[in-house]
């Protein structure tokens, strides 16, 4: 779940990339990097574990500016050690020339792939899958760098949204059933890459289209080429992205994900009322527009009762259990006089593992609330995802375990509605159909992997 974001053709290249990665934070706070060509053409890497802010300095930046062409990266990992060695944008040199490349998403058959390259004397420099596709563009034999982006991609399987530069040819690539979105726009001629159109916004770039599954962009001196290499598959969208991922002011597969969110929260009033309740407050901040829908739907006031503090990262995609729990107790408080004395709708996206609802319920009945009600404005997450959630075993995931009953005394509320699979899906945009949701009904579109895991060793994001 990283953010990734690239452009050919602007003189300051490296500088918009930094700035849109700022708005692709949200989607990765481990570790933050650009790759950039400098005026005479030559590659190079600027990477730091930490946010944007911290790790990409603007006087580094400042020594690539002219080269025209950069990609940039915000890193998540889904399991795989947080690490510089697996910070990205990767670089390497090959015959070819350099390749360095961002990836958003996880391959499922990355140990088969490894173990393949490792067979044929491959030595790597990280735990990443995403590195596999580095050393596969380098064997590749096809003339161009869009075709050496495509044989290289036969046979690997899973979620990828690539931005890959070779030479001054800027490759963008998603895979054939479209796990992750990625956008394209365009900024005073120059061609940008985005994980979500918030980070067109921020640099003030014009939305032009979505990359669509099984596509590969090129972009080079001669213009903007597209191919479709691979067989058509069906499409399968990550549901979770507008569930929780995306930023609300992002405009993902097509449609909005506040308005997908807010539809969200509707269709859980309708589903879950709360008879009695005096308000409805979110957990913020990526449930606020589904409280705001539950409360228009319900008729209850919309009330903030949890104030977070926006200098904490968000708790989900912290690597550790530890840095989850640690990061609860500072990033939100709760206000004594909107919860005192009232019975009240906490609204949630999701419940994970648990342990953060459990903290935040006895934050609320501390300052005094006399019910609370919970409602997940997604169904129950009862499988792992192989495609770039941070969920890989089911002994994680609370819902999996526990029946509703039990799940509501483990978090301590007093009553606990989910909303359900099929209202989930017929409320996000072009739904109910083309949407991934293995996580929450075990349909998977692919095998599991066969050693799930190994997929521990890295995701790339």
């Not at 950069?70 to 697996?86: D, F, M, Q």
């Not at 405009?251 to 009695?276: H, K, M, N, T, Y």
């Not at 909107?338 to 609204?347: I, T």
Request: charged fraction near 20%.
């Amino acid at each position: 779940m990283c953010g990734i974001f690239g452009l050919r053709g602007h003189p300051d290249a490296a500088a918009v990339t930094q700035l849109g990665l700022y708005s692709l934070q949200h989607r990765g706070q481990e570790s933050a990097g650009i790759a950039a060509l400098d005026r005479a053409g030559e590659a190079h890497v600027m990477k730091r574990m930490g946010l944007v802010s911290e790790g990409l300095l603007e006087e580094e930046v400042e020594t690539l500016r002219g080269g025209g062409t950069a990609i940039g990266h915000t890193r998540y990992s889904t399991a795989g050690s947080s690490t510089l060695e697996n910070a990205q944008p990767v670089l390497a040199r090959s015959r070819g020339g350099h390749i360095a490349l961002a990836h958003n998403g996880n391959l499922t058959n990355a140990t088969e792939l490894r173990f393949e390259l490792e067979e044929q004397g491959a030595i790597f420099q990280s735990t990443m899958d995403s590195e596999a596709i580095v050393h596969r563009i380098a064997r590749a034999s096809a003339r161009t760098p869009e075709g050496r982006v495509s044989e290289a991609l036969q046979g690997v399987e899973g979620a990828y949204c690539l931005l890959i530069v070779l030479g001054d040819t800027l490759v963008a690539a998603r895979d054939p059933r479209g796990w992750r979105p990625l956008v394209m726009g365009e900024l005073n001629g120059a061609a940008v890459f985005a994980s979500e159109t918030c980070a067109l916004d921020i640099v003030g770039a014009t939305y032009v289209r979505d990359v669509e599954p099984g596509e590969v962009v090129a972009v080079d001196a001669e213009g903007v080429r597209s191919s479709f290499p691979f067989p058509r598959q069906e499409a399968r969208k990550c549901v979770f992205e507008h569930v929780y991922f995306a930023r609300p002011d992002s405009r993902i597969f097509g449609g909005s994900v506040d308005r997908a969110r807010r539809a969200l929260g509707r269709q859980l009033a309708r589903e879950c009322p709360a008879p009695g309740a005096d308000l409805v407050f979110s957990v913020p901040d990526s449930s606020n527009s589904a409280a705001l829908g539950f409360a228009e739907e319900a008729g209850l006031s919309y009330e903030l009762a949890l104030i977070r503090n926006h200098y904490v990262g968000r708790t989900f995609i912290q690597p550790t259990q530890g840095d989850r729990d640690s990061k609860v107790r500072v990033k939100y408080n709760a206000v004594r006089e909107v919860l005192e004395g009232k019975s009240v709708v906490m609204v949630d996206d999701s419940i994970v593992r648990g342990t953060t609802t459990r903290g935040l319920v006895a934050m609320v009945r501390a300052a005094g609330a006399r019910e609370v009600h919970m409602r997940v404005s997604s169904a129950p997450i009862t499988g792992p995802c192989y495609y770039g959630i941070d969920t890989p075993n089911r002994e994680e995931l609370i819902a999996a375990n526990l029946s509703l009953e039990e799940i509501a005394h483990a978090i301590g509320v007093d009553s606990l509605g989910y909303l359900s699979l099929d209202g989930m899906l017929s409320s996000v945009p072009s739904g109910p159909t083309g949407f991934c949701h293995a996580c929450f009904s075990g349909d998977y579109p692919t095998p599991p992997p066969t050693d799930p895991d190994k997929l521990r060793f890295g995701c790339g994001c």
